[in-house]
């Protein structure tokens, strides 16, 4: 009997960044989507959604809605929905810029973990591997049901990897155009080409999405104040902290912790 091995390609990795459950209000209200994650939104209700191309695209119950890295999208809210959240990464994919984002029908398959996940993130349950296994378990129904071509799978260089990497482990150092090229024996001019190509954005663009996205996790707690936060993720000036964070999520940091609150997570 003749026996054949298939040989299967390394498979994608889902690598969890946040999950979270939160009441929408204002504070929701024109911020810019940025980032190099993947992000899963669902709504229980309606009056929020995203603005495409001048029209209001409201995300609606019952549904999940896929973004992929750096949309650049902005958001819109009348109402006080409550949203589920997940911030990932998808190895081997930064999405096609052609599909900005996805809608997605939940199935009978993905209804009860969405609705386990949801119920411990209300409560605040500790079980964290838990939360992030439904998370992953979420994200990796929904991706299997977009279009093969809104996934396209593209080689990226090494060399940028490495960088992205480097970048991720010295949010607090000061890193410039230069320093990152050196690294990787480039001219700062070609570096910086093929970075664009393979993440979408700048060297700088990509750290800014790094360091303030790191600080709106640690804004999420009451453990940092936010002049610790400034210095783990290297930005020396408060005032300017305060203001590009404002830019970037619609609120200063102070009420961006305000309405991350216990009492805005729990109906």
């Not at 969890?16 to 009441?23: F, P, S």
């Not at 209001?56 to 973004?67: H, M, S, T, V, W």
């Amino acid at each position: 009997m003749n026996k054949t091995t298939q040989i299967w390609p390394e498979p994608p990795r889902i690598s969890l960044d946040y999950a979270g459950y939160v009441k929408l209000g204002a504070f929701w209200n024109r911020r810019q989507l940025s980032g190099p994650f993947w992000r899963l939104y669902h709504h229980d209700g309606p009056g929020a959604g995203l603005l495409a191309d001048g029209k209001r695209i409201e995300i609606q119950p019952g549904k999940l809605y896929i973004l992929p890295p750096h949309c650049n999208r902005r958001t819109w809210c009348s109402g006080v929905p409550f949203q589920l959240y997940i911030h990932f990464e998808l190895s081997m994919s930064m999405g096609n810029p052609r599909f900005p984002f996805h809608v997605i029908g939940l199935t009978d398959e993905m209804r009860p973990v969405l609705d386990e996940l949801r119920q411990s993130l209300k409560r605040g349950l500790p079980d964290c591997l838990h939360n992030s296994l439904l998370a992953v378990s979420l994200c990796a129904r929904a991706l299997s049901l977009l279009p093969p071509q809104a996934l396209l799978e593209s080689e990226k260089d090494r060399r940028m990897e490495t960088t992205c990497d480097y970048l991720r482990a010295n949010l607090d150092r000061e890193i410039d155009l230069e320093t990152l090229a050196a690294r990787v024996r480039m001219t700062p001019n070609a570096f910086s080409r093929l970075f664009r190509e393979n993440t979408g954005v700048t060297p700088y663009q990509y750290l800014l999405q790094l360091r303030y996205n790191q600080a709106s996790k640690l804004l999420h707690s009451n453990q940092y104040s936010i002049d610790e936060i400034c210095e783990m993720v290297g930005v020396k000036d408060r005032f300017h902290f305060s203001r590009t964070f404002k830019k970037i999520y619609g609120v200063p940091p102070a009420q961006y912790r305000k309405n991350y609150s216990a009492e805005n997570l729990i109906p």
